[in-house]
Structures are given as C-alpha cells and as structure tokens.
C-alpha cells in the first residue's frame, strides 16, 4: 500500500499527530495518519506523479514526504505549515517537496481530502496565494499513493 521510504524520519506517535491537528484546528485523512506512523515521511520509491492541467509540467516527482519531529525543518511537517500557514488557504497543507521546490499538499477544504500539486513559483516572489497555481494531482492520498510511478527518465 504504502511506498518504499528511504531515509525515513524519527518515528513519531499517534499522540504527536493529534497534537499536530490540535494546534492546527486540522484533521488528516486517516491513511495520512497511519503512513506517518509508518514512515513519518522520506523519500519514496517510486516517486513520479501525474498533474492534471500542468501542460509544461505533466509529472512531477517527490523528492521527500514531510514528517512531523524531522531531523532538518525544511522536511519537518510542522515547520512547513506553520511558515507558510499565514499566506495559505488554512486547509492546504504541504505534505512533501518535488525535486523542482513546489508542494504536493492535502486540501482538506470543504471535508475534502484531495492531493494537489502546488506550484510556487508565482508565491515566490510575492507571497501571494493564487488558486490558480494549485493543480489537482488525486481525490484522496489513497489514490495519490496508487497514482505514482517509477521515473521514466
């Protein structure tokens, strides 16, 4: 079900995750909850993604799945949200970085639990959110899980 991990983070505990969605007002899907008791994140095998509507950019690649108590912040769960908590929708939470610096994230607006690929090239520069820059990648992280692929380069 869930991918190989290579490099996972520290284990963490299902009390550490509920304080994560306390703190937060957040609820993960609860296949999320069990892979980052599994793993709590790292690089997976395979990696590559479909992204619906990205012409330029049709697959993307995960480069590292966040965890929650990660070894260094920029792979740490919380320390992700909470940077860019202020310039995002509350319910878009970056789950893992791509091998070109853009998010794939939950968004758990609505009660949803879609994966979307964010591209942050335009949230670079101005710290501006655009709805526009969020592509649909699955409809829950079940169906991201089943969705990716070796790379084909």
Not at 66 to 86: H, M, N, Q, T
Request: include cysteine; aromatic fraction near 14%; charge should be negative.
């Amino acid at each position: 079900m869930f991918p190989k991990i290579k490099e996972p983070n520290p284990p963490t505990s299902q009390a550490i995750i509920e304080d994560f969605e306390s703190t937060r007002e957040l609820t993960l899907p609860s296949l999320y909850k069990t892979f980052l008791l599994a793993s709590n994140g790292g690089r997976p095998s395979p990696l590559t993604f479909p992204i619906e509507g990205m012409a330029l950019n049709p697959l993307g690649a995960v480069h590292f799945f966040f965890g929650i108590g990660a070894r260094l912040s920029a792979y740490d769960l919380a320390s992700v949200y909470d940077l860019y908590a202020a310039g995002l929708p509350k319910s878009i939470v970056p789950i893992a970085c791509t091998d070109g610096d853009d998010f794939v994230c939950l968004d758990l607006r609505d009660g949803g639990e879609r994966v979307a690929f964010w591209d942050r090239r335009h949230f670079w520069g101005t710290g501006e959110w655009r709805e526009g820059d969020l592509y649909h990648v699955a409809n829950s992280f079940e169906e991201f899980l089943a969705s990716l692929r070796p790379n084909p380069h």
